[in-house]
């Protein structure tokens, strides 16, 4: 009896829920890898249904993507932006970037990480290595110089 | 065996009777929310204004909670986001329209400032930068008056300007149109709008063309003046567009600050095979090399932040097979020139994705997806790798009603200063959307992610939780 119920079921839901979407034919699942292009080409037809730009700026101003969870914030953004920097511009400009890395010291910079100008024995800093070029380590992420700190930061 | 048999019965007859009584004409539309799979937001349209002279007035109220949290922090925000617009309305020859756009949020935790102290201050935000009370932004807050000019169309306010750029700025951006529609000459001007820094002293402004050289040809050109934090931009862009009947073909050249690049790009759409196949080539012609200064390029251009010289081509096909299935694979190679650095690396991907469209039900749609990608070695640092794959799953239940379900694994093969890891990472969410009526509309999205890659903070700390629920209203 109750595969009979299921199998109602299952046509109760073929039946009913019917809804047919009133996007264009173009817009399949290939599309929102290809919006962006396409939006260039001709902004004009986007905004036939896409009223005032108010959808392009809630994903790409508003609302951070799924795939930017907590890891990513911790650490697989930076692999993503020097694997592929262009995909970050369909949002981000470089002042993004620094609202965070201007804000917050890695972990490691912490405690006895010391400094280019400490006095701390332990001094982690001095004992981690010496990275020439700067751009060629994480540290180049926030210092653009070996010893001289990007001047945004102050420090 | 007998349940077994009963549950292959029951796909049975569900495929047979969808593939029986399905679409007239095999239609790969995705459902109306399938971007949630994309971006979890749930600001839904809701319909009906007041009357506002002979146009209509639009104001919509969203309210979103967002938590986030694992077993040593949680993070809680609300946002207040406010909609409004009026459709046209008739000024003098011409008609005026109008748009408000503005959300404040509030870390509601009430520790502003990032916990620099704590080691799991990644589940923060920007909020949690602010000093103090909420944290506005203005998407868009503008009137536009059309023809009230003959041939002219005025934006005044805080805006998107769009040409052949894209620039958020407080200003004005006006355009006429000549040579009966052939031709459009604009030019805007402004302070650029970032919510990221202090823009007190910015300026931008531009001027281009775009002109229609026949029903099919578009040709437009500008240049943009950026100056932000003592550091200034010149862009300079042209652009051709040419339209046929089964697709597009684009060319862009571009400079800014003398660094040169170009795009080619097209899609080819063909509806009796069921194929869509889209191609891209690009190429950076300059080395920018990354000097003293604060920032690569000017600060808010969307452009050049990759400094080393490259080729990259892109190619995808997206073929139907039959009223119900369809198959995409794309390829994508970047080819860095000279040797690869640290930020400038050469890589190959892959993609695939297979999708079900009406399996089960008429307005169910499945998608299953893989991507590889390969990054080649770089001077001090190994190959670097990713596999994703995962499903994307909407059941569109009425026009009020949608569910979503999905999940990601990612694995990650990286080098970074210390050697060879590896590392997965695991999502799963599930959401769903309904519309109450014109007036209101309410969305829940959970997601868990189960993550290695956190594992350097705490050996225990691998499994994170967010739940955002998302309630407009239309006033």
């Known amino acids: ?155 | 065996m007998r349940k077994i048999l009963s549950c292959i019965f029951m796909l049975a007859l569900g495929a047979g009777s969808v593939f029986a009584s399905g679409l007239d004409d095999a239609d790969y539309t995705t459902p109306e929310s399938w971007q949630v799979h994309t971006t979890p937001q749930g600001i839904t349209k809701t319909a009906n204004g007041h009357k506002f002279g002979d146009g209509t007035l639009n104001v919509s109220l969203t309210s979103r909670y967002k938590l986030l949290d694992n077993d040593y922090q949680s993070d809680q925000n609300f946002y207040q986001y406010l909609k409004a617009d009026v459709t046209s309305v008739s000024v003098g020859q011409g008609t005026m329209s109008g748009v408000l756009f503005m959300r404040a949020g509030k870390d509601i935790d009430g520790d502003g400032g990032y916990k620099q102290s704590g080691r799991y201050y990644f589940r923060d935000d920007i909020l949690d930068a602010e000093d103090s009370g909420w944290a506005v932004r203005m998407y868009q807050g503008f009137l536009k008056f059309s023809g009230v000019v003959k041939n002219t169309n005025v934006t005044i306010g805080n805006q998107y300007v769009t040409h052949i750029d894209t620039i958020h700025m407080n200003g004005i951006d006006g355009d006429v149109t000549l040579l009966n529609d052939r031709l459009t000459v604009y030019a805007f001007g402004g302070q650029p709008d970032t919510f990221y820094l202090d823009d007190s002293d910015s300026k931008a402004a531009g001027t281009g063309f775009v002109a229609k050289l026949t029903d099919r040809l578009k040709l437009s050109s500008g240049y943009t003046y950026v100056d932000m934090e003592d550091e200034s931009s010149d862009i300079y862009k042209l652009r051709a567009d040419y339209n046929y009947a089964k697709g597009r073909v684009s060319g862009e050249y571009g400079n800014t600050d003398g660094n040169s690049f170009y795009t080619v790009d097209g899609v080819y759409r063909n509806s009796p095979t069921k194929t869509t196949l889209s191609i891209s080539f690009q190429q950076l012609l300059d080395e920018i090399g990354k000097g003293e200064g604060t920032y690569i390029t000017n600060p808010i251009t969307y452009s050049l932040s990759p400094y080393g010289k490259y080729t990259k081509v892109k190619a995808k096909v997206y073929q139907g097979l039959g009223k119900h299935m369809a198959a995409g694979l794309g390829a994508e190679v970047k080819n860095r020139t000279g040797e690869d650095t640290l930020d400038n690396r050469s890589y190959v991907k892959y993609s695939g994705n297979l999708d079900f469209i009406g399996l089960f039900t008429p307005d169910t749609f499945l998608s299953l997806t893989a991507d590889y990608w390969n990054i080649a070695e770089s001077i001090d640092t190994e190959e670097n790798s990713q596999v994703v794959f995962g499903g994307e799953l909407t059941q569109v239940l009425s026009d009020k009603t949608n569910l979503w379900l999905g999940s990601r694994f990612n694995r990650f093969e990286y080098d970074l200063d210390n050697g060879t890891e590896k590392n997965w990472v695991r999502e799963v969410y599930l959401g769903g959307e309904h519309k109450f009526n014109e007036r209101a509309a309410l969305s829940l999205d959970m997601s868990y992610e189960n993550s290695e890659i956190l594992k350097d903070l705490n050996t225990d700390l691998e499994q994170n939780y967010s739940v955002e629920l998302w309630v407009s209203l239309a006033i």
Request: charged residues 20%; positive net charge; aromatic residues 8%.
């Open chain 1, 1 to 155: 009896m109750k595969y009979v119920i299921s199998i109602m079921f299952c046509l109760i839901c073929m039946t009913v829920f019917a809804y047919q979407t009133s996007k264009p034919e173009t817009h399949d699942n290939m599309w929102m890898k290809q919006h962006g292009a396409e939006s260039k080409a001709d902004p004009a037809s986007c905004l036939d249904c896409h009223e005032n730009r108010t959808s392009c700026i809630k994903c790409h101003n508003d609302t951070a993507p799924r795939d930017h969870n907590a890891s990513f914030k911790r650490k697989t953004h930076g692999l993503k932006a020097q694997w592929d920097r262009d995909k970050c511009l369909a949002c981000h400009t470089e002042a993004s970037c620094f609202a965070c890395h201007q804000n917050s010291a890695p972990i490691s910079h912490r405690g006895d990480w010391g400094g280019t100008t400490s006095t701390n024995d332990k001094n982690l800093h001095c004992r981690s290595g010496c990275h020439y070029p700067v751009q060629e380590t994480t540290c180049g992420t926030c210092h653009m110089t070996s010893h001289g700190p990007r001047e945004l930061f102050g420090n």
